[in-house]
């Protein structure tokens, strides 16, 4: 294999491996908000901000943590077959769902890219440039927080389990090759 081809994966490796031990404490996070939310409660005067602070950090820890999940190999699999397979059948077969997973990946980061282009007040989602360049997208709701920071966060996730899908690939065409990685 190639020198890039090594250290690109590798790279995107130790990327992921950081972003998703990092979404992991995000869990912790999202456990006080909610703790925030019931003694608001409890005590007769509720915040508004804490079902959609809660619904923005659960986003952020399934989104940032699934390049990570996919490294681990903790995704669900059905491998009532797949198991007794050898290593280079499995790479076959993995270089093929891959590279569908890229394809859909790809339509979701393009998606996820129009989305934060209209929240960032760029363009509208018909494509076509805002008269106000620079209108941040807000909530309807009471709070009202700007769209944006989470819109981020899924464009970023997306591109990253998009970077971990084309190393898995990367990796599965080396054992289809013969090579160790």
Known sequence: MPRWSIAFVRFIDRLNYRVGRFAMYLLFV??????WSTVTKAVST????????????????????GPYSMQMGSHVRMDLIYARWDMRRKAWTDAFTVFALIIYL????????????YSLGLKWP????????????????????????IKMVLFIGFLLMLLQSIAYLIRDIAIIRGKDF
């Open 30 to 35: 999202l456990m006080a908000i909610l703790m």
């Open 46 to 65: 509720p915040s508004l901000w804490t079902l959609e602070m809660a619904q923005f950090v659960m986003v952020a820890y399934y989104i940032l943590g």
């Open 106 to 117: 790809g339509v979701m980061l393009w998606g996820a890219s129009d989305s934060l282009s």
């Open 126 to 149: 018909d494509g076509s440039l805002l008269p106000e360049i620079g209108r941040l997208e807000r909530s309807p709701t009471a709070w009202r927080p700007h769209l944006w920071p």
